[in-house]
């Protein structure tokens, strides 16, 4: 079974800019997560989705956060413009139903300077 | 409301055991287990239900005190793969949404 996928790996941006992060979740799972986890620290949720309806996006910075999942399959988060306190990884995460075991994507490493 | 976690790091010699708490304020419905190692995605481990049993898998286990609002997870006779930060997430009841603690960092020297 092939894991979740994430695109870039790695981004570096100078603040003010647009940047945008690519999630492929597990074949199957409905829900899809986007977390953020600043050095040190455990991941924060962003946003949940329920096949394509975002459920919980109350942590989502609105003003210059969105997210998508077009077709209830692939998501993609994006910053715009990107602020300094913006660097972070963010992960996405998927599980076949809500409350089941979470298998988290390899992360995107953000640096905005 | 995020879980507390304790100790924040732990320095073991490989074989010696650990245990690692995690802690809420709220009524809980759930407590997951991740393990995370450097520059790599967190690992689920185990889920612990309100009314479940402890659960376990190898030498790696986890209790789920309701009453108290805190789970425990032990690492027995630890080996050098498990070194790495350990999270716990928690669902309090009625809240839909699982809140990771800031984690505790294991260290297994040979």
């Known amino acids: 079974e092939a894991g979740v996928v994430q695109s870039p790996r790695y981004k570096i941006i100078e603040k003010k800019q647009p940047v945008a992060f690519w999630c492929n979740p597990i074949s199957g799972h409905n829900t899809l997560y986007w977390y953020l986890q600043n050095l040190g620290q455990g991941p924060e949720l962003l946003i949940r989705?329920?096949?394509?309806?975002?459920?919980?996006d109350s942590q989502l910075p609105k003003d210059r956060f969105s997210a998508e999942r077009l077709k209830g399959v692939d998501s993609t988060l994006k910053i715009q413009p990107a602020e300094l306190g913006d660097s972070a990884v963010y992960l996405c995460a998927s599980s076949p139903i809500y409350r089941d075991t979470l298998s988290f994507g390899p992360g995107t490493r953000l640096t905005v300077l | 409301q995020q879980p507390v976690q304790s100790p924040q790091a732990v320095i073991l010699r490989e074989g010696e055991d650990a245990v690692i708490n995690c802690s809420s304020s709220?009524?809980?419905?759930?407590v997951h287990w991740y393990r995370q190692k450097h520059g790599e995605a967190p690992v689920f481990l185990m889920i612990?239900?309100?009314?479940?049993e402890q659960k376990g898998h190898d030498k790696i286990s986890a209790s789920f005190n309701e009453k108290k609002q805190q789970s425990s997870l032990y690492l027995t006779a630890s080996q050098l793969s498990y070194s790495g930060t350990y999270f716990c997430g928690t669902e309090k009841q009625g809240a839909q949404k699982l809140v990771f603690g800031q984690g505790t960092r294991l260290t297994i020297n040979p």
């Open positions: 612990l239900l309100k009314g479940g």
């Open positions: 989705y329920e096949n394509e309806e975002a459920v919980d």
């Open positions: 709220k009524a809980l419905y759930s």
